[in-house]
T-cell receptor, first 113, second 113 residues
Framework: ETGVTQSPTHLIKTRGQQVTLRCSSQSGHNTVSWYQQALGQGPQFIFQ???????GRGNFPPRFSGLQFPNYSSELNVNALELDDSALYLC????????????FGSGTRLTVV | GENVEQHPSTLSVQEGDSAVIKCTYS??????FPWYKQELGKRPQLIIDIRSNVGEKKDQRIAVTLNKTAKHFSLHITETQPEDSAVYFC????????????FGSGTQLTVLP
């Protein structure tokens, strides 16, 4: 079973609220990426963290932000939630520099009402 | 940025038949092409991948081919079984610091018994 765990598994929020999603990376993995997967679509890259700093970002507004901690766990924060933010949020961890080995967590299903 | 197109969006085959899913990518700098299988409500799982210096890779009933000149790659599943039913995503990664994956829109494969 994967070593990448995400919490919570499901979440319902109201438009305008803020949300924090959490990810615990697989042991030894120092790089974490976050993806948004809307219903019926492929995952879209939000951003990536390495050594507690963001080192890549997709086409998402600044209200999507993140943190990575020394133990390689990470958070995705979304402010001013919009209805279109409803999606499955996936984190994926790997070892920096490796050309393979993206391990995905099971995701957090966020519903904005 | 990279753009990945995936076809078909749905595919039904009889058990025992072969299934082929095709993807095209836009950025010639892409050098890594994984395929993921995602069952309903579960995380994407890597099933096979290929690097740009290889034209074909096989793992039991699953194979992937890559045509760098045409910028397309394909997933081949032989002797399909009902448990192969799932959504399959192709992805491409451009060489660079973030090394994020750009995903296709997915193919719903149904294997009919």
């Amino acid at each position: 079973e994967t070593g990448v765990t995400q919490s919570p598994t499901h979440l319902i929020k109201t438009r305008g609220q803020q949300v924090t999603l959490r990810c615990s990376s697989q042991s030894g993995h120092n790089t974490v990426s976050w993806y948004q997967q809307a219903l019926g679509q492929g995952p879209q890259f939000i951003f990536q963290y390495y050594r507690e700093e963001e080192n890549g970002r997709g086409n998402f507004p600044p209200r999507f932000s993140g943190l990575q901690f020394p133990n390689y766990s990470s958070e995705l924060n979304v402010n001013a939630l919009e209805l279109d933010d409803s999606a499955l949020y996936l984190c994926a961890s790997r070892i920096f520099g490796q050309n393979y080995g993206y391990t995905f967590g099971s995701g957090t299903r966020l519903t904005v009402v | 940025g990279e753009n990945v197109e995936q076809h078909p969006s749905t595919l039904s085959v009889q058990e025992g038949d072969s299934a082929v899913i095709k993807c095209t990518y836009s950025d010639s700098a892409s050098n890594y092409f994984p395929w993921y299988k995602q069952e309903l409500g579960k995380r994407p799982q890597l099933i096979i991948d290929i690097r740009s210096n290889v034209g074909e890779k096989k793992d039991q009933r699953i194979a992937v081919t890559l045509n760098k000149t045409a910028k397309h790659f394909s997933l081949h599943i032989t002797e399909t079984q009902p448990e192969d039913s799932a959504v399959y995503f192709c992805a491409a990664r451009i060489s660079g610091s973030a090394r994020q994956l750009t995903f296709g829109s997915g193919t719903q494969l149904t294997v009919l018994p």
